[in-house]
Each structure stands twice: as structure tokens, then as C-alpha cells.
Nanobody, 125 residues
Framework: QVQLVESGGGLVQAGGSLRLSCAAS????????MGWFRQPPGKEREVVSA????????YYADFVKGRFTISRDNAKNTVYLQMNSLKAEDTAVYYC??????????????????WGQGTQITVSS
């Protein structure tokens, strides 16, 4: 079992920055992929970014490229999402998730076995 707890959400003005953290506990293998998803109001959950627990490959959705950065600190069992130049359309509940394998299909929610409870980010324009 893997437990994930997000933190760092809140209210920020457009153009501002926030950093989300995802603290992981339990059995996480180096092959796991850690993903950040978001669910805007009235919309489906979508992938934002992902990273292998062992490091290396990262993935970014087109709408966050150049603005968001994913990273992980294995010593702290934590994955981060640094979000800069936030826009009103970034308003959503953000979720951390862990997948045993994704085979390059980072956006497939069904591959992510473990999920955090989510944290709200509201960007005011």
C-alpha cells in the first residue's frame, strides 16, 4: 500500500507561484511513476505532469510546459510541483497519484493505483 498526502494549495493571484508537495509513504518501488493531476470545476481530471520515482523521465502537459516543474526528493519521499506564472484557468483541485507502470501513457488515470485526497488551488484574475 502507498499513501499520498498533498499540501501547498491555496489562493494566489494570476502571475503568482505556488509549490505543491506530495508526501508518500508505504512501499514505493523505483519503477513507480508519480503524477500530478488536476480537476477544474465541472471538468474531467487531467494529467499535469509526471516523473519516475527513480528520476529521469518527466512528462508535462502542453498547457503547463515552461511554467510548471516537477521534481522529487527520494530522501524525503516527496514529489513537488513548482507552479509559476499561474493563470485563472489553472484553478482546480490538484491530486498526486502513483502508478506501478504507465508504459508511456502518463495521462491514463486507470494506470494510477494510488491517489491523494487532493488540494484546492484557486487563481484569481
Amino acid at each position: 500500500q502507498v499513501q499520498l498526502v498533498e499540501s501547498g494549495g491555496g489562493l494566489v493571484q494570476a502571475g503568482g507561484s505556488l509549490r505543491l508537495s506530495c508526501a508518500a509513504s508505504g512501499r514505493i518501488f523505483s519503477s513507480y511513476v508519480m503524477g500530478w493531476f488536476r480537476q477544474p470545476p465541472g471538468k474531467e481530471r487531467e494529467v499535469v505532469s509526471a516523473i519516475y520515482w527513480s528520476g529521469g523521465n518527466t512528462y508535462y502537459a502542453d498547457f503547463v510546459k515552461g511554467r510548471f516543474t516537477i521534481s522529487r526528493d527520494n530522501a524525503k519521499n516527496t514529489v513537488y510541483l513548482q507552479m509559476n506564472s499561474l493563470k485563472a484557468e489553472d484553478t482546480a483541485v490538484y491530486y498526486c497519484a502513483a502508478a506501478p507502470y504507465v508504459y508511456g501513457d502518463y495521462g491514463n488515470r486507470e494506470r494510477y493505483r494510488y491517489w491523494g485526497q487532493g488540494t484546492q488551488i484557486t487563481v484569481s484574475s
